[in-house]
């Protein structure tokens, strides 16, 4: 662990070590070798991914986060009502948070912001801008992974506490392990107190509505999943040939789920020099890349009640496409 301060009102730690730029490796070995092979898409996130993923946000089949921001715009004080610190596992670049921050501090109430996310670099220049942006406010934070170092997040001090976990992310992760996660999070909740998780889910509707959001006609998203084999391509000197793989993006009804997949177009045999390792693919073999699970209220009460959590509130986009939902520790 590491920490430096920036400035005044930035303090940044990293929990960062020398081995954690195995995880892709990692992360391969054991998604590769698997009877049905499978990648987690935190990989898609190269500066690449990350532009097209920019991209596909203005797409009119896209409306994820068009949905999601619509909530914020017109909800945000009544989602922050009172709080004086926000803490954000996977902060990124805090785009929509700000509307958050913004309204916490013209109630007068902000105090800190915790973001975590794995590049130090955007922490550090997130936390400046926000201290520029909002006189007064502290920035803690964290360089790691918030699926192993939510323990890290600092003590909440006075005043109610929001964790904000947005985009939908929480889909991306199956049942159990979505489950756990959510437990995590809940941990940083104070028991009998305002402390809430501020979760952003993809709400069930039209399968079509659902696939073309997938599976847009300027072919970006399929850019993005092709896009993963360039970067294994580069950081493990595997051999992909990208224009074999084919983007597929399906809804399981019964699963309730969007997959992304890429789909070998001919047999091929695929070595991956930095793990010393060769992969075989028959004809037509897919190999997944991203679940994106949807949510009725019934099924986020589930999840949330299997980790220890009580919903509160659910707010929704005029289209009811996409929800914003509060929940609290349910021993408080």
Known sequence: MSGTGTRDHVVIRSYLG???????ADDVLDGLTRPFKEIPPKHFWDARGAELFDRICALDEYYPTRAERAILERRAPDLVGGAAELVEPGSGTA???RLLLRAMADGGTLRRYVPLDVTE???RTTAAELVDELPGLRVHGIVGDFERHLRHVPAAGDGPRIVAFLGGTIGNFPPGSRRRLLRRMGALLRPGSDDRLLLGTDLVKDPAVLEAA???AEGLTAEFNLNLLHVLNRELDAD????GFEHVAFYDHEREWIEL???ATRAMDVHIAGLGLDVAFAAREEMRTELSAKFTRERLAADLAAAGLTL???LTDPGDRFALSLSARTDG
């Open 18 to 24: 020398p081995g954690d730029e195995r995880s892709l």
């Open 95 to 97: 785009a929509k948070t």
């Open 121 to 123: 670099s955007m922490v």
């Open 214 to 216: 997938y599976n847009d």
């Open 240 to 243: 992909f040939d990208v224009g």
């Open 261 to 263: 997949r890429l789909r």
């Open 312 to 314: 509160m509130d659910v």
